[in-house]
């Protein structure tokens, strides 16, 4: 069974860094094909896809985000954290990591977390 | 830069069939991905690489696509497919992105 479990702050200050961490299980992100991906979505507006590590460890990052946001890795918790850097009210959101798997022409996010809900504000 | 567009809203008629379009670029070279998203609930898969459904997805959720467009089809719609849809894709650089989602009416 997959399950994907986020955590981190639910509150965190403007210019501030925010962590979150994904502890999954029930697969192995060694896997080829196997990915974590990051999602958020501001209350009433619609899926953000923000960034997604591979098997492989490559990292794919939402280029309108892309200078704020850092994936790693630590394979023996099996976790993926997020970083994303100075924060602004507007990052205010739940976020949701998922299992990615990855084919040729084909993505698919089969597995989410219940999401973790983060308030930017001073 | 690659954009994914939907209808904002849709609505049928308890039992009949509804389709929910997705136009971008990137569909034409890569597999649309559809998930079903309730109030306060984390997204579910309902279909991939254009018309694959998951284990535990009703039949009654189908998927096509032709050029730039995708189509999620629902045929039989039962009340509980009431929620919001979005569709997915990834480009040649490898970054995803979302449609702004369907809403999802049955009357």
């Known amino acids: 069974q997959v399950t994907l479990r986020e955590s981190g702050p639910a509150l965190v200050k403007p210019t501030q860094t925010l962590t979150l961490t994904c502890a999954f299980s029930?697969?192995?992100?060694?896997?080829?094909?196997?990915?974590v991906t990051w999602v958020r979505q501001s209350s009433g507006k619609a899926l953000e896809w923000l960034a997604l590590?591979?098997?492989?460890?490559?990292?794919y990052y939402n280029p309108s985000l892309k200078t704020r946001l850092a994936l790693s890795k630590d394979t023996s918790k099996s976790q993926v954290v997020l970083t994303m850097t100075n924060v602004d009210p507007s990052d205010t959101a739940t976020y949701y990591c998922?299992?990615?798997?990855?084919?040729?022409?084909?993505?698919?996010?089969?597995?989410w977390g219940q999401g973790a809900l983060v308030t930017v504000s001073s | 830069s690659s954009e994914l567009t939907q209808d904002p809203t849709v609505s049928v008629a308890l039992g009949q069939t509804v389709s929910i379009t997705c136009q971008g670029d990137t569909l034409r070279g890569y597999f649309a991905t559809w998930y079903q998203q309730r109030p306060g609930q984390a997204p579910v898969l309902v279909i991939h690489?254009?018309?694959k459904r998951p284990s535990g997805i009703p039949d009654r959720f189908s998927g096509s696509s032709s050029g730039d467009t995708a189509t999620l089809t629902i045929t039989g719609t039962q009340a509980e497919d009431e929620a919001e849809y979005y569709c997915?894709?990834?480009?040649?650089?490898?970054?995803?992105?979302f449609g702004g989602g369907t809403k999802l009416t049955v009357l």
């Open positions: 590590l591979d098997w492989d460890d490559v990292k």
């Open positions: 997915n894709s990834r480009d040649s650089r490898g970054y995803h992105l």
């Open positions: 998922a299992r990615a798997q990855w084919f040729r022409l084909d993505t698919f996010f089969d597995s």
């Open positions: 690489a254009t018309n």
């Open positions: 029930g697969f192995s992100l060694s896997r080829t094909g196997m990915c």
